[in-house]
Every structure is written in C-alpha cells, then in structure tokens.
C-alpha cells in the first residue's frame, strides 16, 4: 500500500523567511495530494491541494509542487508570519471511486517574531 | 455555518467500558471517515462509509465499530476490545466526485480514566 514521508518533523524559522516541507510518496498511482495545517485541539484544515495533471499550484504565500518522476511534493510558505505556526500534514491519495488519504507523520512550524 | 460537529470535546473511559463519538455534518457530503491520531503520528483511518446504510474497515479498525443510519450522521463506538484507546478521533467528510477535499471536526479526545 501507499506509504508517505514527511520531512523535517521540525521546522523553526525567523518572521519572513521561507519554510519548505518536503512529502515523498511509494505509490506511482497516487494522483490527488493535499495539505493540511492542525492547530492545538483542532481538527485539520485543507490549506491547498493539487492533482497529478499539474505540477505546481499557488495561493498567495502558499505554492505547492509535484514531481511525479521522482515521487516527492513540497509545501512552501512564504513570507512566514507566527500565526504560520502550526502542524502541517502532507497526504496523497488514488481515487478510485473512493478517496483513502494516507498522511505523512506531520511536521511541526514554528515562525518567531 | 456548514460543517462537521464532533462530540463530547473530550471523553474518558473506564476499563471495560464501550463509548460512542459523535460526528455530525450538515454539508450534504456522501462519504464520511473516521481518523485516529496519535502523537507523532500522522492520522491513520479506522473506519469510512460511502453512502447510508453502508461502511469498510479501514487500516485500524479492531476495537472499533460504527453504524451510517443517516447521512448527516457516523458515530464511531470504542469497545473495551480497544485496549489502547486513548488518543485524539477525527472525523472527516468529502462530497461525491474525483478527488474532492476532505473537511474535518475539531476532534474528540479519548483518554483512559
């Protein structure tokens, strides 16, 4: 089955820097990949999401890419701002007639002022 | 507002005690899912229904149960045969069609008393 690694675990950045989070995924089938953002006590919020017929999408401070040759997609923020500060799950997904998300261990952004 | 209504916030069971979760949603979405999330962990899916009256095991599904009587509603109930169950339950819901985005609750914390 699918499997996804999500890195770093950790990410600390200064008010205004970039921050990368990197995903790699095992099934070359995997054609749907979004990206949530969990504050503490909260459910997950869908923050951008991209579909294997393209390779990079943006939403403001938000892109994401896909490279489907080598199995990997990004998150990038920029201009990072403390309320970035948050866990953020990478997920991909082959629908099929069902949608089963298989999500990467998370990784933990802390943007200081 | 639209959207998915966990509850209790937070639950605590006694040894040998069945619970039930509630997730509600007033999106008209067809499919709805049960995550568990454990520290360090990204979520992993315990049960999901695609329509009334119908469900599949996920990837963790010994311990739990649940039932799909209406479409706004998916209790999960966890049985004593659930020998680990403190943890945080996310439920999610997506709308028919390819690849649509999951929206989830704010959670239900599981804790052992």
């Known amino acids: 089955g699918e499997n996804v690694e999500q890195h770093p675990s950790t990410l600390s950045v200064q008010e205004g820097d970039s921050a990368v989070i990197k995903c790699t995924y095992s099934?070359?089938?995997?054609?749907?990949f979004p990206w949530y953002k969990q504050e503490l006590g909260k459910g997950p919020q869908l923050i951008i999401d991209?579909?294997?017929?393209?390779g990079e999408k943006k939403d403001q401070r938000i892109a994401v890419t896909l490279n489907k040759t080598a199995k990997h997609f990004s998150l990038h923020i920029t201009e990072t701002q403390p309320e970035d500060s948050a866990v953020y799950f990478c997920?991909?997904?082959?629908?099929?007639?069902?949608?089963?998300?298989?999500f990467g261990t998370g990784t933990r952004l802390l943007v200081s002022p | 507002d639209g959207g998915i209504t966990q509850s209790p916030k937070y639950l605590f069971r006694k040894e040998g005690q069945n619970v039930t979760l509630s997730c509600e949603q007033n999106?008209?979405?067809?499919?709805m899912y049960w995550y568990r999330q454990d520290p360090g962990q990204g979520l992993r899916l315990i049960y999901y229904?695609?329509?009334?009256?119908?469900?599949q095991k996920g990837d963790i599904a010994e311990g739990y149960s649940v039932s799909r009587e209406k479409k706004e509603s998916f209790p999960l109930t966890v049985t004593s045969a659930q020998k680990n169950p403190t943890a945080f339950y996310l439920c999610?819901?997506?709308?028919?069609?390819?690849?649509?985005?999951?929206?989830f609750g704010d959670g239900t914390r599981l804790s052992i008393l």
């Open positions: 991209i579909r294997s017929n393209v």
């Open positions: 099934d070359s089938a995997s054609n749907y």
């Open positions: 999106l008209n979405h067809d499919a």
């Open positions: 999610a819901s997506t709308s028919r069609g390819y690849n649509q985005p999951q929206h």
């Open positions: 229904s695609q329509i009334v009256n119908d469900f």
């Open positions: 997920a991909a997904s082959t629908d099929t007639g069902f949608q089963k998300l298989v």
